[in-house]
């Protein structure tokens, strides 16, 4: 089952870019290192293979061999020109010829420049490109879409191709994973980039990764080490956390082994249309030094994952224990983290010893919620990213309404004064299309609340 990226803007090409390098890293790992039998192996390194890459050869697959299943667009070159460098001087793998679409001339972090402007102008030139990269797969299960909040292309070209997917792919599965700005803000628009584009995905796509800029960095900082954080240590993390979800995996259900293709996770994450925002929590995460030092059992590194889940914590560090699922405040409100549904991945050694029933207590769940369709459990005994035993936990909850009640609300004080609207009127946008975004934002944010 092929899943096709789009990536789009620099913070998009930037994440694919680096997503296809875990992902191959990963798939060719020396075999000492993999932890299962060769042919077991290779049937995981044809899997991803077949999922993420297109062979350009006819011989038995091999590193440098394969290009990438994707679609890069952007209007300024550069982001697109660097990634496509870097993944050809790997030697492992490179981007397809002429599947990439720039221009001169950037979207200057003006959401309404890229979806009224740049969008209709490269949408017939861009869906092209997609349609040769679907005509490459023998199943296609569907596309992953690239792109960051803040700016204007990534996120406002990023919102009109996605319209344009589904219009012109109406049964396959879109998944969107989008970058959330910082708090203390990257550009002085962003909160109504970020608006914007989440109401308008969210009438398109079928899934939306949410990953946030603050969570990444201080993953960056407190388990990775590293002093002078960049976008590609950031991105590094990304990658991470989306490979572990993506990579092949199976479950077995009552006796029937189906692997983690992206529509059957997605139909079982997203059950109801009002809940669209998964988020990812995965464990290990530590510094290549400190991983030779360390070991793990699955009884402490699931307790610690599922304290996760319930405090609604970005790592291991600092979780708040005294957090109890179902707890509540005095006056009533929820206090953990609750979820409409959850998959679990595990991979590494020892994968069938791991008790995963503290994942199927009611209380993490909304009471509306089959509890057998709840969690679904899969796994990989190969190893994954070098670490010999690790988890990523899948999750559609409660987790992002903090930052989208921030992102509404400042919003909101920006346009109650009108302040920069005028720039988005002049590509196009009209008030009422704020004011829809925030009435179909203010929608989910009360569906969440109400789980």
Same mark, same amino acid.
């Given at each position: 089952?092929?899943?096709?990226?789009?990536?789009?803007?620099?913070?998009?090409?930037?994440?694919? %870019?680096?997503?296809?390098?875990?992902?191959?890293?990963?798939?060719?790992?020396?075999?000492?290192?993999?932890?299962?039998?060769?042919?077991?192996?290779?049937?995981?390194?044809?899997?991803? /293979?077949?999922?993420?890459?297109? =062979? +350009?050869?006819?011989?038995?697959?091999?590193?440098?061999?394969?290009?990438?299943?994707?679609?890069?667009?952007?209007?300024?070159?550069?982001?697109?020109? =660097?990634?496509?460098?870097?993944?050809?001087?790997?030697?492992?793998?490179?981007?397809? &010829?002429?599947?990439?679409? *720039?221009? !001169?001339?950037?979207?200057?972090?003006?959401?309404?420049?890229?979806? *009224?402007?740049?969008?209709?102008?490269?949408? #017939? #030139?861009?869906?092209?490109?997609?349609?040769?990269?679907?005509?490459?797969?023998?199943?296609?299960?569907?596309?992953?879409?690239? /792109?960051?909040?803040? %700016?204007?292309?990534?996120?406002?070209?990023?919102?009109?191709?996605?319209? %344009?997917?589904?219009?012109?792919?109406?049964?396959?599965?879109?998944?969107?994973?989008?970058?959330?700005?910082?708090?203390?803000?990257?550009?002085?628009?962003?909160?109504?980039?970020?608006?914007?584009?989440?109401?308008?995905?969210?009438?398109?796509?079928?899934?939306?990764?949410?990953?946030?800029?603050?969570?990444?960095?201080?993953? *960056? =900082? =407190?388990?990775?080490?590293?002093? !002078?954080?960049?976008?590609?240590?950031?991105?590094?993390?990304?990658?991470?956390?989306?490979? @572990?979800?993506?990579?092949?995996?199976?479950?077995?259900?009552?006796?029937?082994?189906?692997?983690? #293709?992206?529509?059957?996770?997605?139909?079982?994450?997203?059950?109801?249309?009002?809940? !669209?925002?998964?988020?990812?929590?995965?464990?290990?995460?530590?510094?290549?030094?400190?991983?030779?030092?360390?070991?793990?059992?699955?009884?402490?590194?699931?307790?610690?994952?599922?304290?996760?889940?319930?405090? &609604?914590?970005?790592?291991?560090?600092?979780?708040?224990?005294?957090?109890?699922?179902?707890?509540?405040?005095?006056? %009533?409100?929820? +206090?953990?983290?609750?979820?409409?549904?959850?998959?679990?991945?595990?991979?590494?050694?020892?994968?069938?010893?791991?008790?995963?029933?503290?994942?199927?207590?009611?209380?993490?769940?909304?009471?509306?919620?089959?509890?057998?369709?709840?969690?679904?459990?899969?796994?990989?005994?190969?190893?994954?990213?070098?670490?010999?035993?690790?988890?990523?936990?899948?999750?559609?909850?409660?987790?992002?309404?903090?930052?989208?009640?921030?992102?509404? @609300? +400042?919003?909101?004080?920006?346009?109650?004064? +009108?302040?920069?609207?005028?720039?988005?009127?002049?590509?196009?946008?009209?008030?009422? &299309?704020?004011?829809?975004?925030?009435?179909? /934002?203010?929608?989910?944010?009360?569906?969440?609340?109400?789980?």
């Amino acid at each position: 089952m092929s899943v096709i990226t789009v990536q789009l803007g620099q913070c998009g090409n930037q994440i694919g %870019g680096q997503f296809f390098s875990t992902v191959i890293e990963d798939a060719y790992s020396k075999p000492s290192q993999v932890g299962v039998k060769p042919h077991k192996n290779q049937e995981y390194i044809d899997e991803t /293979l077949d999922r993420f890459f297109t =062979q +350009r050869e006819t011989t038995l697959a091999k590193a440098g061999t394969v290009d990438a299943r994707a679609v890069m667009v952007d209007m300024e070159p550069k982001a697109i020109a =660097q990634t496509c460098l870097e993944a050809k001087r790997s030697g492992k793998w490179k981007y397809p &010829d002429k599947q990439q679409f *720039c221009q !001169k001339r950037g979207s200057g972090n003006n959401w309404a420049h890229g979806f *009224c402007v740049h969008g209709p102008r490269v949408r #017939d #030139d861009v869906l092209n490109m997609v349609r040769r990269e679907a005509e490459k797969c023998d199943n296609l299960s569907g596309f992953v879409c690239y /792109l960051s909040l803040a %700016g204007g292309t990534g996120s406002g070209v990023g919102a009109f191709m996605t319209e %344009g997917l589904r219009d012109e792919y109406p049964h396959s599965f879109i998944m969107n994973q989008v970058v959330w700005p910082y708090q203390t803000g990257e550009v002085i628009v962003q909160n109504y980039n970020a608006m914007l584009t989440l109401s308008h995905l969210y009438s398109t796509s079928d899934a939306i990764v949410v990953m946030e800029n603050d969570s990444l960095h201080k993953i *960056c =900082q =407190q388990l990775l080490n590293i002093n !002078k954080i960049s976008f590609k240590a950031i991105n590094k993390v990304v990658s991470h956390k989306l490979a @572990s979800f993506l990579q092949p995996a199976q479950s077995d259900n009552d006796g029937y082994t189906c692997s983690n #293709d992206l529509g059957s996770m997605l139909h079982h994450l997203v059950p109801h249309p009002e809940h !669209k925002l998964l988020t990812l929590k995965n464990i290990p995460q530590m510094s290549e030094r400190a991983m030779e030092f360390s070991t793990y059992q699955w009884h402490g590194l699931l307790k610690h994952l599922r304290q996760m889940l319930v405090a &609604d914590a970005a790592m291991e560090e600092g979780i708040n224990w005294d957090i109890r699922a179902g707890s509540a405040t005095p006056r %009533g409100s929820i +206090r953990s983290n609750r979820s409409l549904a959850n998959t679990l991945i595990l991979r590494g050694k020892d994968v069938e010893a791991a008790d995963v029933a503290a994942f199927q207590d009611k209380k993490l769940y909304t009471d509306w919620m089959p509890p057998e369709l709840t969690l679904n459990v899969m796994k990989q005994p190969r190893i994954f990213n070098q670490y010999e035993k690790s988890a990523v936990l899948v999750s559609n909850s409660q987790s992002p309404i903090g930052s989208l009640e921030n992102t509404i @609300s +400042r919003a909101w004080t920006m346009f109650s004064s +009108r302040a920069y609207v005028h720039q988005y009127k002049r590509h196009g946008l009209a008030e009422d &299309d704020f004011i829809d975004s925030f009435v179909a /934002l203010e929608q989910v944010l009360a569906s969440y609340k109400a789980l």
